[in-house]
């Protein structure tokens, strides 16, 4: 999955204009012309100081107006642009901060008027002198079993070339206890050995070839074992799932715990869930009815997780009660307004692209690159919720020879681009509802500047929030949108960014986004990781960790691409996905997109077929199309819904009054015979099968059931398939029975009842 999504990453339909240019240069444009510009300085020369600045001197030009000030910038001859100051116009010299010793610069310096700028005057290159390194930044502790671990942000001045990093741990009397060391690009250690319960100040020391830098202001740290295990749990049974109840003691020997995680077991079904710090009691739901379950409970606290009793229980069961494949609709209940909340897109638009089959899908968001023929689209639909992503901005302009740079090889460049992009993207008039600073961190991100570490993830979102605020006070800012919703003890790499400790983080920092986003693209593989289950769980988990944080407020939760790439393709895990997003009353989704270079339909992230609905012809709908396009006219109120097995899946609502409008998906395998990117043989397809709905109704019997399916497969499927033969009964409760005979896995049955 890592490797996919860093080449989707790659592909990504990127900004490459002049605007980006000149945000990157940076330099004072002519104002419309009233009159003549001062001539350009004369002899830049520039002297650096072991302090970080430099001193640039200049000879005024020669004629001309009058000159009301100078402005000076240095380049990195590396890393490009890195700082600026402004002089009087009778100035003939500057002071230039914030530059890193060892480091050789180009000084660039204009003379301003009324009227605009003059040619700049370059001096020479200039070396600064090294010099010992300033503190190491932002310095975080979580206390372990009898160890701390240490995060920090590299020196904002390394001031020579890094050699490595010294961690000291003292004790309140200011003996050394514990220390560690660690590599030059590294931004955590680990101090070991040390004594349970007991506050160690840290600090962090860069070394380089001068030697030692300055010390990191102490943090304190205390060490802590995981927590104890729960004293007793039990579950109580209801409608598809169960309630888990617990006692627990935390003792004084460990942090208390900051969450308890609840895991729920069955030979096809498993789930998971979180509980906060102070809760007792969990509903799970929804899981397949009557299905026997083991269930465990473990607090967490920073060390990790402790143990927890095995509890068995059996989920509730209703009208689908001794049914294999079964969906229970009922309309005494609703969660609320049908409001197509994953409808979304991914880029996946071009002026090539067939528009009227784009207007029936009546799109809810779409994340966009900026400056693309699908933000000029999504400019068009007023209920459209437009989300920019700033790092295919970035990666645009900050490509060279083939290498991406990453923002912390200059945080100057990197805060001056997101600042002058925003500012012109506001200047052009283009509506942008959302930011999102960075999609999919990962290790193969970037390949130019040191390798990214979970620090230097955390500092590129806390840069990119303050720059974008600084332009706009008003922008709403979305993060992290990491490639999987990982959780603590789940992550997949060092540099991974788990959204409960990015909350944490965010927290810590005041930075109040307005919504927290991930994917839910699985790992390609049938199982729990890519099953609706799963989105399920990460929503109420994220919802569960954002009121552990009542500092950050209010914020909104995004799935900011789902389905994973192998099914793709598939109706039926669409269905899948798209009622399991509803039922986790997500806040916004959209598709993804995914590069296909086998098979019989070759497909990348920058063909506009609207994220795979339609074939490479922009024309031509494949079955999802159909999913997506009957779940765009389900509206009215969504109905309570549960089922009898995890491959089964229902969306269910009423769009007039005794109208009912029901998806049921059957979603067991992803199989080469159905898909031709699936992983799975042929012979891992389980057999054709009736699937019953039950429709509970106030209103009356059912009066008329109408149905069509969703052609299956990866190529054109121009319009939906009638369905006959199905059995309809109603019994003196008013509950409605339809079988569908024959469901093959991957079927998708759109049914339209009416209700007397």
Request: charged share 10%; with cysteine.
């Amino acid at each position: 999955m890592t490797n996919l999504a860093g080449t989707r990453s790659m592909r990504r339909i990127v900004l490459v204009v002049a605007v980006i240019a000149a945000a990157l240069a940076w330099r004072t444009t002519s104002l419309a012309a009233a009159g003549p510009t001062p001539p350009k300085p004369l002899a830049v020369a520039a002297v650096g100081a072991p302090n970080g600045t430099a001193t640039v001197t200049w000879t005024p030009g020669v004629g001309g107006p009058a000159v009301t000030s100078y402005t000076v910038q240095a380049y990195d001859t590396k890393w490009g642009y890195a700082g600026a100051a402004v002089a009087c116009g009778t100035c003939v010299n500057a002071t230039v901060s914030g530059l890193i010793g060892s480091r050789t610069y180009v000084f660039y310096v204009y003379a301003v008027n009324g009227n605009g700028s003059s040619a700049p005057t370059a001096s020479t290159m200039t070396p600064m002198p090294p010099s010992p390194a300033t503190a190491p930044q932002d310095v975080r502790v979580e206390g372990r079993d009898r160890s701390v671990r240490v995060g920090w942000v590299p020196p904002a001045n390394e001031g020579a070339p890094l050699t490595g990093y010294t961690v000291n741990a003292t004790d309140g009397a200011g003996t050394v206890v514990g220390t560690a060391t660690a590599c030059a690009t590294c931004t955590s250690a680990f101090v070991a050995n040390l004594a349970n319960g007991a506050p160690t100040n840290v600090t962090v020391i860069a070394q380089s070839t001068l030697g030692a830098g300055a010390p990191s202001p102490a943090v304190v740290a205390t060490p802590t074992p995981v927590p104890p295990a729960i004293t007793t749990a039990s579950a109580t049974p209801v409608l598809g799932g169960f309630t888990a109840s617990w006692t627990y003691d935390p003792g004084v020997s460990a942090a208390p715990p900051d969450y308890f995680l609840v895991q729920a077991t069955a030979f096809d079904s498993f789930s998971q869930m979180f509980a906060c710090a102070t809760c007792r009691s969990l509903t799970m739901t929804p899981l397949p009815q009557n299905r026997p379950y083991t269930l465990r409970i473990y607090p967490h606290n920073s060390a990790g997780y402790g143990q927890g009793p095995a509890v068995t229980v059996t989920s509730g069961a209703g009208d689908c009660a001794g049914i294999a494949l079964c969906a229970e609709v009922n309309d005494a209940t609703s969660p609320g307004p049908a409001q197509q909340r994953a409808q979304g897109l991914l880029h996946g638009y071009d002026t090539t692209t067939n528009g009227a089959l784009l207007d029936d899908l009546h799109i809810k968001q779409w994340r966009v690159a900026h400056a693309t023929p699908s933000q000029a689209r999504a400019e068009t639909m007023p209920d459209t919720s437009i989300t920019v992503t700033l790092s295919d901005a970035w990666r645009g302009a900050a490509t060279s020879g083939g290498k991406v740079q990453a923002p912390w090889a200059n945080w100057f460049r990197y805060d001056a681009f997101v600042r002058q992009f925003v500012q012109q993207v506001r200047a052009q008039g283009h509506r942008v509802d959302y930011w999102d600073i960075q999609n999919e961190p990962l290790p193969t991100e970037f390949s130019a500047g040191p390798p990214p570490t979970t620090e230097l993830w955390w500092e590129e979102y806390r840069v990119a929030y303050n720059a974008i605020k600084a332009a706009d006070p008003d922008a709403k800012i979305v993060a992290p949108t990491v490639p999987h919703a990982l959780w603590p003890g789940d992550r997949n790499a060092p540099s991974a960014v788990d959204l409960l400790s990015f909350m944490n983080y965010a927290d810590a920092h005041d930075l109040h986004f307005d919504a927290y986003s991930w994917h839910e693209l699985g790992i390609s593989q049938p199982g729990y990781y890519d099953s609706p289950q799963r989105v399920i769980d990460d929503v109420q988990a994220a919802r569960t960790a954002l009121a552990s944080h009542p500092n950050l407020g209010n914020a909104q939760l995004f799935v900011n691409e789902y389905m994973p790439a192998s099914n793709a393709l598939l109706p039926a895990h669409m269905a899948g996905f798209i009622a399991a997003l509803e039922d986790a009353n997500i806040d916004q989704a959209n598709t993804t997109c995914h590069e296909y270079s086998f098979g019989p339909a070759f497909h990348d992230c920058s063909t506009p077929t609207l994220d795979g609905a339609l074939t490479s012809d922009l024309s031509s709908p494949r079955g999802i199309y159909w999913v997506r396009q009957q779940y765009a006219a389900m509206t009215g109120d969504r109905l309570a819904t549960s089922t009898s097995h995890p491959s089964i899946s229902v969306l269910a609502t009423t769009p007039t009054n005794r109208t009912y409008k029901v998806m049921l998906s059957r979603h067991q395998s992803c199989v080469r015979a159905l898909n031709a990117y699936c992983t799975q043989t042929p012979a891992a397809t389980p057999a054709a099968a009736p699937v019953t709905l039950k429709l509970r109704t106030a209103s009356g019997p059912a009066t008329t059931v109408t149905a069509q399916m969703v052609p299956v497969g990866v190529g054109a499927q121009p319009a939906l398939v009638d369905v006959t033969g199905l059995t309809i009964t109603t019994d003196a409760t008013g509950v409605t029975t339809v079988v569908v005979p024959n469901v093959n896995d991957g079927d998708v049955y759109i049914l339209t009842i009416t209700a007397a």
